[in-house]
């Protein structure tokens, strides 16, 4: 079969996100026979990057002090000829990084967009869209993992058409499925009262997440008389605001943050109904996840958010910033049971069917395959 395809992985951080999720992910099940993963962590570590490591693969920390440490980012170019790489995937946007990616000399470099798209009402810094415009052409291959993110890349990044490879993001149905919990001990874990409905979110608190506006749907149900506890899962630079906001809207009672948490499927079993409040995604694993637990979810019709749900079917869909809208459907999942366990096996059936995290490592592997044959040819 010949010598191994060797792949460096650059991601930005070692902490819980799509894109570390992904590679996480990835690392654990590709063809290890046919090749072999390096990863590099642009700045700090974390979970992820450490949970990388101890499945067997090295993990390079850069420890970049921040996007301009321009000395510790240079470390990547030796990275790439030290070890050979035939193929730099680049997980991320830092202008920087990417500079270096080229540089490198590596054979073949492709880059993966998690972040936002052109519709998200949280717009990309123009200095990043500026710096992609100018270094899409030295990059042979962009996935998107959604049709969102390829007309993100045609319109805001400017990337020709040819180079773009639609793969969506997918998840390990089968294991997600199969995690169990006693649900009476997690409850009493978390000081859960029995019998309380429970409304979920999983996403970094930011921006683009937009949780203020989860919240003042939940202030409305709250004002309507509707009985939930809102957990909200998962940390980030707004963590504090959104307490003080908890506060304000008098909310502390119905709203308890989790933090980051590594146990996200188990906390899913003892979810009702799955909200998801974000302006936009590349393709959100969170809701795919959610969709493995069987879950119904309310979300808004944003980009990389509607290609996953179908309305009326998996999920509600609500226009985005309607939080009138947002809480009348949560009303109506947690008032029927029945409609919530149906949507639920919708959302199960469409995830297995077409996210499956093995389709999504197929695709990637023939990728990196067509492009170590066109480095031959």
Same mark, same amino acid.
């Given at each position: 079969m010949?010598?191994?395809i060797k792949?460096?992985?650059v991601?930005?951080l070692g ?15 590709y063809?290890?026979n046919?090749?072999?993963?390096i990863?590099?962590?642009l700045?700090s ?6 949970e990388?490591?101890?499945s067997?693969h090295k ?14 980012a ?10 050979e ?6 997980h ?8 270096c990616?080229?540089?490198s ?7 993966t ?22 270094l899409?052409?030295?990059? #042979?291959? &962009?996935?998107?993992? +959604?049709e969102g993110?390829?007309? @993100?890349?045609l /319109? ?6 040819? *180079?773009i ?5 997918g998840?390990?149905?089968e ?8 649900k009476?001990?997690?409850?009493e874990?978390?000081g859960i009262?029995s019998?309380?409905?429970?409304l979920?979110?999983v ?9 203020h ?20 899962i ?5 963590k504090?605001?959104l307490?003080?906001?908890i506060?304000?809207?008098?909310l ?9 948490r ?5 906390l899913?079993?003892i979810v #009702?109904v &799955?909200?998801?409040s +974000?302006?936009?995604e590349?393709? @959100?694993l969170? /809701?795919?996840e959610?969709?493995?637990?069987? *879950?119904p979810?309310?979300a ?8 996953a ?10 226009p ?7 809480a ?5 999942l ?7 366990k ?7 059936e ?9 389709g999504?490592?197929?695709k ?13 040819t």
């Amino acid at each position: 079969m010949g010598e191994k395809i060797k792949i460096l992985s650059v991601l930005p951080l070692g902490k819980v996100g799509g894109a570390e999720k992904a590679v996480l992910s990835f690392c654990r099940n590709y063809n290890k026979n046919r090749f072999e993963i390096i990863v590099c962590i642009l700045f700090s570590g974390g979970s992820v990057s450490d949970e990388i490591a101890a499945s067997g693969h090295k993990v390079i920390m850069l420890n970049m002090k921040n996007g301009f440490d321009f000395f510790k980012a240079l470390r990547l170019i030796n990275i790439v000829r030290k070890h050979e790489i035939d193929i730099v995937h680049y997980h991320g946007r830092n202008p920087l990084g990417k500079l270096c990616s080229i540089l490198s000399g590596s054979p073949a470099i492709i880059q993966t967009d998690h972040g936002t798209t052109i519709g998200s009402p949280v717009k990309r810094k123009k200095r990043v869209v500026l710096s992609s415009r100018l270094l899409s052409p030295f990059f #042979d291959r &962009f996935i998107a993992v +959604s049709e969102g993110m390829k007309r @993100s890349l045609l /319109l805001r990044e400017k990337v020709p058409e040819k *180079k773009i490879t639609v793969i969506y993001n997918g998840v390990d149905t089968e294991t997600i499925s199969n995690v169990s919990c006693d649900k009476v001990k997690l409850k009493e874990s978390l000081g859960i009262p029995s019998g309380i409905p429970i409304l979920g979110m999983v996403g970094r608190l930011a921006a683009e997440k937009q949780h203020h506006l989860l919240f003042d749907s939940l202030s409305l149900l709250k004002e309507e008389g509707v009985d939930f506890l809102a957990l909200i899962i998962g940390d980030g630079p707004q963590k504090d605001a959104l307490e003080a906001l908890i506060e304000k809207l008098n909310l502390k009672d119905r709203v308890r943050f989790l933090g980051e948490r590594n146990d996200v499927p188990s906390l899913l079993e003892i979810v #009702d109904v &799955f909200v998801f409040s +974000s302006a936009g995604e590349a393709f @959100s694993l969170t /809701l795919l996840e959610a969709m493995a637990k069987a *879950k119904p979810i309310v979300a808004f019709d944003v980009d990389g958010i509607n290609e996953a749900i179908v309305s009326n079917h998996t999920g509600f869909l609500v226009p985005f910033g309607d939080t009138g809208e947002f809480a009348k459907k949560i009303e109506l999942l947690l008032h029927s049971p029945d409609l919530a366990k149906r949507m639920g096996q919708n959302a199960y059936e469409r995830v297995t069917t077409m996210f499956n995290l093995k389709g999504t490592i197929r695709k990637t592997e023939e990728l990196y395959e067509s492009l170590v044959q066109n480095i031959k040819t």
